[in-house]
């Protein structure tokens, strides 16, 4: 079974640029996790899907982060405009129906805003 | 509020030692899940261990056991005889199924385990 797919795996931008990542769930996996992980710090998450609906996203910063997953598969993150303190790992994380709620996280994209 | 503690930012050992990371969980839900996940330096979070808040049973695997008591809140994890590949920061994470099973994750424990 493959696992988490994320692009890139490492991306460097200048504050005030775009950004965008891409993750590939488990197929199957209805319920898919973005969390951002500063360096010393646990993940946060910033946005829930089940399917293609949004379940919680209390705590993205909507006025420069937006997130869709369209079809109920594959989503992608983006940061517009991207500040120095959005520097951190991001992290997708998808659960299939039955698992309990195990999450299976992909590798990371490290971004590094400069 | 914190609704999970780790109170260890790191530790150091040496290989051999037995070593317990400490977890401290904050929840008014009945029905909810705790879990331990590795992150070794490669930076990929890994699964341990999941448990419910109904069964307290404390729970052996090989080195790691986890013991998880409701009346202090606390869901602490223990190698034992460490190796240099338990180096690792580790992570305790609770979700509420009242709260669609969004994770709560601690701030981590660094583990060194030296030769």
């Known amino acids: 079974e493959a696992g988490v797919a994320q692009s890139p795996r490492y991306k460097i931008i200048e504050k005030r640029q775009s950004v965008a990542f891409w993750c590939n769930p488990i197929?199957?996996?209805?319920?898919l996790y973005w969390y951002q992980q500063i360096l010393g710090q646990g993940p946060k998450l910033l946005i829930q899907?089940?399917?293609?609906?949004?379940?919680?996203d209390s705590q993205l910063p909507k006025d420069r982060f937006s997130a869709e997953r369209l079809k109920g598969v594959d989503s992608t993150l983006k940061i517009q405009p991207a500040k120095l303190e959005d520097s951190a790992v991001y992290l997708c994380?998808?659960?299939?129906?039955?698992?309990?709620?195990?999450?299976?996280f992909g590798p990371g994209t490290r971004l590094t805003v400069t | 509020a914190q609704k999970v503690t780790q109170a260890q930012t790191e530790i150091s050992v040496v290989e051999k030692e037995d070593v317990t990371l400490d977890c401290v969980y904050e929840?008014?839900?009945?029905?909810?899940?705790l879990f331990w996940y590795k992150q070794p330096p490669s930076g990929e979070l890994v699964f341990l261990i999941r448990?419910?808040?109904?069964?307290?049973q404390n729970e052996i695997s090989g080195r790691y056991s986890w013991n998880f008591q409701k009346s202090t809140s606390s869901f602490n994890f223990t190698i034992t005889a460490s190796q240099v590949v338990d180096s690792a920061v580790y992570f305790c994470?609770?979700?509420?199924?009242?709260?669609?099973?969004?994770?709560?994750f601690g701030s981590g424990t660094k583990l060194n385990v030296k030769p």
């Open positions: 994470a609770l979700s509420e199924a009242r709260n669609f099973n969004k994770f709560y």
């Open positions: 929840t008014r839900d009945t029905t909810y899940y």
């Open positions: 448990r419910n808040s109904f069964d307290e």
């Open positions: 197929s199957g996996h209805a319920t």
């Open positions: 994380a998808s659960v299939g129906a039955g698992q309990a709620y195990e999450q299976y």
């Open positions: 899907f089940q399917n293609n609906g949004v379940v919680d």
